[in-house]
């Protein structure tokens, strides 16, 4: 039985086919023929997921054993694919397409200041990686181990965490918005011994030191022992530790030869760590594999975007999210394509960046997140109008859902009839893309990201029963029925939270932590997180997180965090605190704002910034003392006579306190 939409309202669109033409000027053959071969293939994926991606995995990815079995065991999460195989990432990005096309760029790099970039070929890159690699086994870097990187967006970020790869260790990318106690928490998380950093870093023109967050960092991390800097700018004193502890980048890769053969390791050994935000206020370590998560990373850049050789793709997202290690560097790569790594940001020098960027370089793909897109729209499209954009053929969003406005100025003004829309649905747990129209092929509606990807096998849940929904026009919690290749393996050291979190909620499920909708059309809606993860300009944020750094603050007794919507970044922060001094003057209590914004910038990242904050006399709580943020989120939303059942309040004058609170700032 299907139980009414309630978000009908966005879901009216009817499908629009691709571009007649979309195939016109296509450079060689797009990846799938039409509609109906992706039907195919994905009721294949779907019915024979050991046939399907064994094929795909022995096709697609260089090996150095061939693997037994495809899956073990068949059914459940728990599965290990490619038993016995043994591979390198390094070389399946790098080596093999070196061999073939020594000088086709691999990397080209776009620096923060327009025209201070290069390129890189794959020869090239064969070389640095090669060099680096042995560098870090002269440190002492064995199979296994974790490496801290901390980088800007510069080709040696890419070298970085390909060269880690290469001797088998383990990366760990720490986003280099994070401040100095965020990484110095997941340096020590996952134990790493060795940190790749930078002197400083660019970003629209300003001067970042990241040295120096490292270094304080560091102070708390004893178990480091080396330190490899990068110089980005060399224009400043930079605080360096000459007693072995910090070695320049380009002193030591000089010192070894330009090719260092890689360390085959076994299908599932894990590739890299990511930390990403939960409902808790403890970042998880999510832990992805080496064959499963390459082969997502390569078949979703091939099909959903349809890159093929000679393509170039533009990923506008940083290494230190998974959209960087997917779609920079992996993806890319693994099909032998180019990537663009762009260092700056898009107003810098003025709104054109991107457009000059494509042009340039005659970009075929490009992928951003809507958040960058709102703002360049309501820059206005005079930034776009002199650009030549025909080199473009597909155009991907990511990281939040994207409004049908903001879908149909895309579609309009940077596709120009000649590209398609990819709405990309995954997340950091998913490895690669899970839910998406793909180019040319997947007729599109402006909001949704309509079918899932080859093995993925999704289903509507009612949140309450975990009951599955059937049929079409369903709404409830959005969840995956079968294990697909890239999927997380584990949350690093701690396997009992990473069942806790995925699969314990709903038995038999992989739960993603977003709500979802089947429309009568069996297209897919994404309507948002359910868990208390709020999304900040395509960042993804645990209120705990920012509540635990909040209430490190002595003026502080209470505090609860809430996102809302906001037009420019989506969602944004707000935070209700109650002060342990009632009696504080008005310049005082501007004075504590200031200091709890402060107290979060320093603790997670000026990223985590609260965008409003409410002081208030109390927090609205149940009776056992849990504070009820539906409540918050409720008023933010002005929808304060929709506030649901507050018969369990504690509390209940606190309501129109709050309500005024919230007027009042208005
Ligand atoms: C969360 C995952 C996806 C890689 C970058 C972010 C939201 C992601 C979409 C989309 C609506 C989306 C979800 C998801 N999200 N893509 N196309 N439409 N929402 O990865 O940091 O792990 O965040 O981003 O809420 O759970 P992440």
Known sequence: MSKSLENEHLMHENKVLPPANWAANHPSKPSLASFEEYEELYRHSINDPEAFFGEQARKELSWSRDFDLVKYPKTGFNASWFLNGQLNACYNCVDRHAFANPDKPAIIYEADEPNEGSIITYSELLAKVSQLAQVLVSLGVRKGDTVAVYL?????????????????????????????????????????????????????????????????????????????????????????????????????????????????????????????????????????????????????????????????????????????????????????????????????????????????????????????????????????????????????????????????????????????????????????????????????????????????????????????????????????????????????????????????????????????????????????????????????LSTAEIEAAIIENPLVAENAVVGYSHDLTGQAIASFVALKNKNLSGTQVEDAKKQIILGVRKEIGPFAAPKVIFIVDDLPKTRSGKIMRRILRKILAGEEDQLGDTSTLSNPPIVQHLIDAVKSSK
């Open 152 to 540: 800007p967006m510069i080709p040696e970020a890419v070298i970085t965490i390909l060269a880690i790869t290469r001797i088998g260790a383990i990366h760990s990318v720490v986003f280099a918005g994070f401040s100095s106690g965020a990484l110095r928490d997941r340096i020590n998380n996952a134990d790493s011994k060795i940190v790749i950093t930078a002197d400083e870093s660019k970003r629209g023109g300003k001067i970042i030191e990241t040295k120096k967050i490292v270094d304080e960092a560091l102070k708390e991390a004893p178990q480091v022992k080396n330190v490899i800097v990068v110089k980005r700018t060399g224009n400043r004193h930079v605080p360096f530790n000459a007693n072995g502890r910090d070695l320049w980048y380009h002193d030591e890769i000089v010192k070894f030869k330009t090719y260092f053969p890689p360390t085959p390791v076994n299908s599932e050994d894990p590739l890299f760590l990511l930390y990403t935000s939960g409902s808790t206020g403890k970042p998880k370590g999510i832990q992805h594999c080496t064959a499963g998560y390459l082969l997502g990373a390569l078949l979703t850049t091939k099909y959903t975007f349809d890159v093929n050789p000679n393509d170039i793709l533009f990923t506008a997202g940083d290494i230190g999210w998974i959209t960087g290690h997917t779609y920079v560097i992996y993806g890319p790569l693994l099909n032998g394509a180019t990537t663009v790594v762009f260092e700056g940001t898009p107003a810098y020098p003025n709104f054109s960046r991107y457009w000059k960027i494509v042009e340039q370089h005659r970009v075929t793909q490009f992928y951003v997140a809507p958040t960058a897109l709102r703002l360049l729209k309501k820059a206005g499209d005079k930034f776009i109008e002199g650009h030549d954009l025909s080199s473009l053929r597909s155009l991907g969003s990511v990281g939040e859902p994207i409004a049908p406005e903001i879908w149909e100025w895309y579609n309009e003004k940077i596709g120009q009839g000649r590209c398609t829309i990819q709405d990309t649905y995954w997340q950091t747990e998913t490895g690669s893309i899970v839910i998406t129209p793909l180019a040319g092929i997947t007729p599109t509606k402006p909001g949704s990201a309509s079918l899932p990807f080859f093995g993925i096998d999704v289903a509507i849940l009612d949140p309450t029963t975990g009951k599955e929904l059937q049929g079409n026009n369903v709404e409830g919690v959005l969840a995956i029925k079968q294990a697909w290749p890239s999927v997380t393996r584990s949350i690093w050291g701690d396997f009992g939270r990473f069942n806790e979190t995925y699969f314990k909620p709903y038995p038999g499920y992989f739960f993603t932590g977003d709500g979802g909708a089947r429309d009568k059309d069996g297209f897919y809606w994404v309507l948002g997180r359910v868990d208390d993860v709020v999304n900040v300009s395509g960042h993804r």
